[in-house]
């Protein structure tokens, strides 16, 4: 059935109803039907409203007019509407700032779609489970490194699972995610633990399965960041990386998992900001310095149309990452680089402009109409604009997106409060989390740790939220009578030194447990030795934690070293006895555990769970630079001390 709706717009717009009744695919002739439906829809379409089915812009703050600043768009208003409706805005993206409880998040997604009266929104969302996570109430997941290290297909089938059930109860339709990035350098600034590897074999295979978990909830999946942004040293929001590797080595690393994606049916797919000059050298002169660039992936159309589309065969929706990024806004300008992005074979321009109130309302204006003009010049050729349309538009009913959603709003927030961070869906995550922790040392069977009752036990970590997660997940294990009940000293370290404050409290402790934040290794090494007479307060992220495993080892102190992010910086700690990385940092704030990882790395301390995980990349030594420390596939079994089997 085809149901004919008068948009208050003034054209005649026919939405597809009842074709796919509620499936993720349509087959047969109701497919074909569909196709020629899509087709009448934006044959009747205005420029403006095909231009806007291409614009995602964010409201992550808001300003009303009356009011002081700009605070967290939390609740749909009028002025937020308005400007939905004139501009036929495609989608929108949502941040931590507007997902701040359940039921609020519900009627925000609930007020979003029914300001867009024509075409219902792409309402996304940047939740890929782990230390990139927004939602405030959900279940955050271990992340991909952690999955990684766990080897098990299945978790991450559950992980996408989990997400797209959570999302799509909220009124979500869109996630961002899965990375894909082959985290092939170990300084990368910016993906790290967000990929799920080293390997592109490996980061294929979870790739693929949390696609199928999100899309088997009827949740558009996002590869991202094609062509790939595991490689590179700059982060692309302050700056603009290269990625210099010949051809032949890009199709045999990075663009493996993209590929495989593709293969599978992925939805969607997300561009970096990236230069890649084996596959475009095109040169620009950057509006930042006056210097000569290299055009970046989003905006090539050699990368998002040759490479992409024509030779890795990519039909669905491209989508840029965000055009606000310093890698773009400071060397293209606002206007120019959406208008690039779409010449290039981009279907959706993301966060094209910053609008947080009707007094900033003329950026999206200047950059509505930059793209209007290019097309109505041919500069951006209309049979490309409508191309970009079908595609969001096909998507849109593969999804069930057009299909109006008549379900009461009490009825759509009773459901949400039953699904999003669930009992079922945390203990998941923790059974994931405790899997993927990965011991690394353990001489003399220093773990688990075993107290005696009111043994002292200090805990040492970067920040506050990290040690409350460690005293509380210690304290929960006694309240559980799973050890004795000791007495916990708890310290964050960031920007400090190592002092006689700490050396005493270390002398008076019976275990010591310290966490380390070190997102890219740089000590000060002399004759293969690491230099621990430098304690600069700026190197605390190094020098602390090196000082209180050098005290704790004088003193005799039974000392494990948890690395909370990326796991290459256990290089820094050679000489600590006992070792284990857990692959996320994110600890205890507004009455909850923002991450499984660190409470199941103390599981593991204390012997209530035992660490399955071995090491999804490689670890190079800080002081033998062209050596490895720890291979890949590396992790010792707890109870034998050998390490697993490949």
């Known amino acids: 059935m085809i149901k004919r709706i008068c948009a208050p717009a003034g054209i005649a717009l026919f939405f597809v109803l009842s074709i796919l009744g509620g499936n993720a695919t349509a087959k047969g002739s109701e497919n074909e039907k569909s196709v020629s439906d899509i087709q009448e829809i934006v044959e009747n379409m205005t420029i403006d409203e095909k231009v806007g089915q291409m614009l995602m812009p964010d409201f992550r703050n808001w300003q009303k007019q009356g009011e002081a600043k700009a605070t967290g768009f939390i609740e749909m208003n009028s002025e937020v509407a308005s400007i939905i409706k004139k501009y036929h805005l495609g989608g929108v993206i949502l941040f931590a700032e507007n997902v701040v409880e359940t039921e609020q998040t519900v009627r925000l997604t609930d007020g979003l779609q029914m300001a867009s009266q024509d075409i219902p929104l792409f309402i996304t969302i940047d939740q890929e489970g782990g230390i990139v996570t927004r939602l405030q109430t959900g279940t955050n997941l271990p992340g991909n490194m952690a999955l990684g290290a766990a080897r098990n297909e299945s978790y991450a089938y559950?992980?996408?699972?989990?997400?797209?059930?959570?999302?799509?109860?909220?009124?979500?339709n869109v996630n961002f995610g899965p990375s894909v990035d082959v985290n092939n350098n170990p300084g990368n600034p910016v993906i790290g633990v967000r990929s799920f590897s080293s390997d592109p074999e490996l980061v294929s295979k979870l790739g693929i399965q949390t696609i199928k978990g999100l899309q088997n909830q009827n949740m558009i999946a996002t590869t991202k960041h094609f062509p790939g942004h595991g490689d590179t040293a700059v982060d692309s929001h302050y700056g603009l990386p290269l990625v210099s590797h010949d051809k032949e080595r890009l199709r045999s690393i990075e663009l493996v998992p993209f590929q495989r994606a593709i293969d599978a049916g992925v939805d969607m797919m997300m561009t970096a900001h990236v230069q890649f000059p084996a596959f475009d050298d095109t040169k620009y002169i950057s509006k930042k310095d006056g210097q000569e660039i290299m055009v970046p992936a989003t905006l090539s159309q050699k990368v998002i149309t040759g490479l992409l589309r024509e030779e890795m065969g990519f039909d669905g929706v491209v989508v840029t990452d965000a055009l606000n990024m310093n890698a773009i806004a400071d060397n293209f300008g606002q206007e120019e680089a959406v208008v690039l992005a779409l010449k290039s074979g981009v279907d959706i321009a993301l966060m094209p402009a910053q609008v947080n109130s009707l007094q900033m309302e003329k950026n999206i204006t200047t950059v509505?109409?930059?793209?209007?003009?290019?097309?109505?010049?041919?500069?951006?050729?209309?049979?490309?604009?409508?191309?970009?349309?079908?595609?969001?538009?096909?998507?849109?009913?593969?999804?069930?997106?057009?299909?109006?959603?008549?379900?009461?709003?009490?009825?759509?927030?009773?459901?949400?409060?039953?699904?999003?961070?669930?009992?079922?869906?945390?203990?998941?995550?923790?059974?994931?989390?405790?899997?993927?922790?990965?011991?690394?040392?353990?001489?003399?069977?220093?773990?688990?740790?075993?107290?005696?009752?009111?043994?002292?036990?200090?805990?040492?970590?970067?920040?506050?939220?990290?040690?409350?997660?460690?005293?509380?997940?210690?304290?929960e294990l006694a309240d559980k009578k799973k050890i004795k009940k000791v007495q916990i000293t708890g310290m964050s370290f960031s920007g400090k030194s190592f002092s006689d404050q700490v050396a005493r409290l270390i002398d008076e402790s019976d275990f010591v447990i310290t966490g380390s934040y070190i997102v890219k290794n740089d000590p000060a090494v002399n004759d293969g030795v690491i230099d621990d007479s430098i304690q600069d307060s700026s190197k605390w992220a190094t020098a602390f934690p090196r000082a209180v495993m050098n005290h704790a080892k004088k003193k005799d102190k039974e000392f494990v070293l948890m690395s909370l992010r990326n796991p290459y910086d256990v290089a820094n700690f050679e000489e600590a006895k006992a070792v284990l990385a857990v692959y996320g940092f994110k600890g205890y704030s507004n009455g909850r555990y923002r991450q499984p990882n660190i409470p199941a790395g103390i599981s593991t301390i204390f012997g209530e769970s035992k660490p399955k995980g071995t090491l999804p990349v490689d670890i190079p030594s800080v002081t033998k630079p062209n050596e490895s420390l720890y291979k890949i596939g590396y992790g010792l079994d707890i109870k034998s001390g050998r390490p697993f089997k490949k």
């Open 158 to 172: 559950q992980s996408g699972e989990i997400i797209g059930k959570e999302l799509s109860s909220l009124g979500i």
């Open 368 to 475: 509505f109409n930059a793209v209007k003009a290019a097309v109505e010049s041919g500069e951006i050729p209309l049979g490309q604009v409508n191309q970009s349309v079908t595609r969001i538009l096909e998507l849109k009913v593969k999804r069930g997106i057009l299909n109006p959603d008549d379900t009461p709003i009490d009825k759509k927030i009773e459901t949400a409060l039953k699904v999003v961070g669930n009992e079922d869906h945390l203990k998941k995550e923790r059974k994931i989390a405790e899997d993927a922790i990965t011991l690394l040392k353990n001489e003399d069977k220093t773990l688990p740790f075993k107290p005696k009752k009111n043994d002292k036990v200090l805990i040492l970590a970067p920040f506050d939220d990290q040690v409350e997660s460690m005293s509380r997940s210690i304290g």
